[in-house]
């Protein structure tokens, strides 16, 4: 593309012609031959972006900078790959079938979302942050939600808080659920995936009977829930708990103790706990490496102190302990959500405060204040004093975190979210190195990134 | 819960809010020493970096007496897993010079976060190994998430719309 016509270019690149850049114009972003990159930069790609401060984790002499470009290949995986889960884009280079190094490009689906949130009030944040973590949507209302509240200083009434807990672990099930799906089909597995799919389905037509919706359920709001859960929801939740946990043993049977899986996934993707605590890594990537760090159980929020729960650790790091994590969790929630039935509170399920919380349809014909309140919550949106707060919860991919600035108006001054998989997308180079290619689907896949999360 | 161990550091430390024990405002000489501090005391993790840009929002009362405040903010949020505590630093960066210290070699994980900051808010790092947009195209001008960014002014923004953005 060096012979360019000029009256062909746009005309911003011939009055800056140094935005002219190689075929995608995306130079920079890419990975180059070795030709074209610093030796140092070879070597810090070649180990990932590893150099801790204390000591080498990766042994120099292993890295074999020398090699030449006429060995290597550096190719495309993705953005339309069905194996990136989504918009991810690898360029690999790879020897033969071993990955040697690699990036990740990412931005495919990036839309803007914090500077959206920046226009929208506290109300309609909820519909924001919700589009981001499009498999766990309600943690990522709860973040938002719990950020909000912690700024307006309100206290939650417990069903809210329990109703909350519930969704959350329901929606942890139909998310580790999509995952164990789609890790069935990366590594071959067929019916592993309709599986996921159909149990994830039981899930989700209860949250469209409870929210309205599938997804994107904006059902956690600041304040609060937007509903009470329907008539016979303990029926419902009864028979999800029990399908699921009877179904979780088929899975046992299908893939746990399979060879063929088995060797596709153990000692595959090693990750160590320094590593993983080094590139931030946090959830079931981090529990993986034996670092028993789980937010509900280590800073509880919500009423997680008030159940009980199994924290479930791995040990070498693999694709395999990895897996067995995600199995075990959605064990562990389906025992939360029955201690849920159990002591799910009666009362209010969302906060008595007028000024935070719409009021009931029925008031709005026959008291002039509610009528107010209603007008000026859904138009204005309610104030929130001035300050600053992060506040992390565990979702299924690890912390995610929402920084959230206010300048004493309806609106965000700035929301940041910390996304799990946007983080823990940097563990990629790590996994694949010295892997083959066709382990790399498997690496991906474990690590669980959700695209839309990653580009916000 | 007692005090993290600062070390040399003299900078304005604040009583932290909602699940923060401490609030921290070095300014950017102090900034990268103060984290490896932090870091040697067992603050094992960086759990989060992101940038702020307080335009039309200068007098904020988040920032204690005697931060000199300027209109960037850098905060990250430090995370201690054997101590179960989180620390947050927030660091002050001026328009005319947005350059602060890179905490890669610290921290490797910041290096997408800090490539992020530096791409909506054209915050730079010093000795950031790879400090390439991450979230736009490479060849995108301005730093979208400055509050003097304006919205809305080309209704479709592809890479090859031509004329001003």
């Excluded at chain 1, 029955?338 to 008595?352: E, F, H, N, S, T």
């Excluded at chain 1, 920084?403 to 996994?431: A, C, E, W």
């Excluded at chain 2, 990268?32 to 702020?52: K, W």
């Excluded at chain 2, 947005?98 to 530096?118: H, I, K, Q, W």
Aim: glycine share 8%.
């Amino acid at each position: 593309m060096s012979s360019y016509d000029e009256t062909e270019l746009p005309a911003r690149i011939i009055e800056r012609p140094e935005w002219s850049t190689k075929e995608t114009s995306e130079g920079a972003q890419e990975l180059f031959e070795r030709d074209e990159t610093s030796r140092e930069q070879i070597f810090r790609e070649a180990g990932s972006v590893l150099r801790m401060p204390e000591g080498p984790v990766l042994d120099a002499s292993q890295i074999d900078v020398e090699r030449s470009d006429d060995e290597t290949m550096i190719i495309n995986m993705g953005p339309q790959h069905p194996s990136t889960h989504g918009v991810l884009r690898l360029m690999l280079e790879l020897d033969g079938e071993v990955v040697l190094r690699t990036k990740s490009v990412i931005g495919y689906l990036h839309t803007g979302m914090e500077k959206q949130a920046e226009e929208l009030t506290y109300v309609q944040g909820c519909t924001n942050v919700t589009r981001m973590d499009y498999l766990s949507p309600l943690h990522n209302e709860l973040v938002f939600s719990l950020a909000t509240e912690a700024l307006i200083g309100v206290e939650m009434p417990e069903r809210a808080t329990w109703i909350r807990m519930l969704m959350c672990e329901l929606n942890r099930m139909s998310s580790h659920l999509m995952w164990m799906a789609t890790n069935g089909m990366d590594l071959g597995s067929t019916s592993m995936m309709i599986y996921g799919f159909r149990e994830r389905e039981m899930i989700l037509s209860f949250f469209e009977k409870t929210t309205g919706l599938r997804m994107n359920n904006n059902y956690i709001r600041p304040g609060g829930v937007a509903a009470d859960l329907p008539d016979g929801w303990e029926d419902d939740v009864a028979v999800i708990c029990e399908t699921i946990l009877a179904r979780t043993y088929e899975y046992d049977e299908l893939l746990t103790g399979q060879p063929i899986f088995r060797d596709r996934t153990e000692g595959v993707g090693g990750l160590s706990a320094e590593e993983a605590l080094a590139l931030s890594v946090t959830g079931p990537l981090l529990r993986s490496t034996g670092v028993p760090w789980d937010l509900r159980r280590v800073q509880p929020y919500l009423a997680y102190d008030q159940v009980e729960f199994d924290v479930i650790v791995g040990t070498y790091g693999d694709n395999f302990d990895r897996y067995a994590i995600r199995l075990a969790e959605i064990r562990e929630s389906i025992r939360i959500v029955r201690q849920i039935l159990d002591k799910m509170p009666a009362g209010p399920y969302r906060v008595q405060d007028a000024k935070v919380t719409p009021p009931p349809r029925g008031r709005i014909d026959t008291s002039m204040e509610a009528l107010i309140h209603h007008f000026k919550i859904f138009t204005e949106g309610f104030k929130v004093p001035e300050g600053e707060v992060y506040v992390p919860v565990e979702s299924p991919r690890g912390e995610i975190g929402c920084y959230l600035v206010s300048d004493g108006s309806s609106k965000p001054y700035r929301m940041h979210i910390r996304g799990p998989s946007f983080v823990n997308l940097q563990v990629l180079p790590t996994l694949l190195r010295g892997g083959l290619m066709s382990d790399a689907v498997a690496c991906i896949s474990s690590v669980d990134p959700v695209m839309g999360e990653v580009d916000r | 819960m007692s005090d993290v161990a600062l070390g040399a550091f003299q900078g304005v430390v604040a009583a932290g809010g909602i699940g923060v024990d401490q609030v921290l405002f070095p300014n950017r000489s102090e900034y990268h020493g103060l984290v490896a501090q932090l870091r040697a005391t067992g603050f094992e993790m960086c759990a989060d970096l992101c940038g702020v840009d307080y335009l039309t929002h200068p007098g904020r009362s988040s920032v204690p007496a005697g931060v000199a405040i300027e209109r960037f903010e850098v905060v990250v949020n430090l995370l201690s897993l054997s101590m179960k505590r989180r620390v947050r630093v927030r660091v002050q960066v001026p328009e005319a010079d947005p350059v602060v210290d890179s905490l890669f070699d610290l921290y490797p994980g910041t290096e997408a976060m800090e490539r992020e900051t530096f791409d909506l808010l054209g915050i730079r790092f010093t000795g950031h190994p790879d400090l390439t947009r991450i979230l736009m195209p490479e060849d995108w001008e301005g730093h979208p998430l400055r509050k003097d960014y304006g919205t809305g002014r080309v209704p479709v923004q592809f890479k090859e719309v031509p004329g001003p953005r």
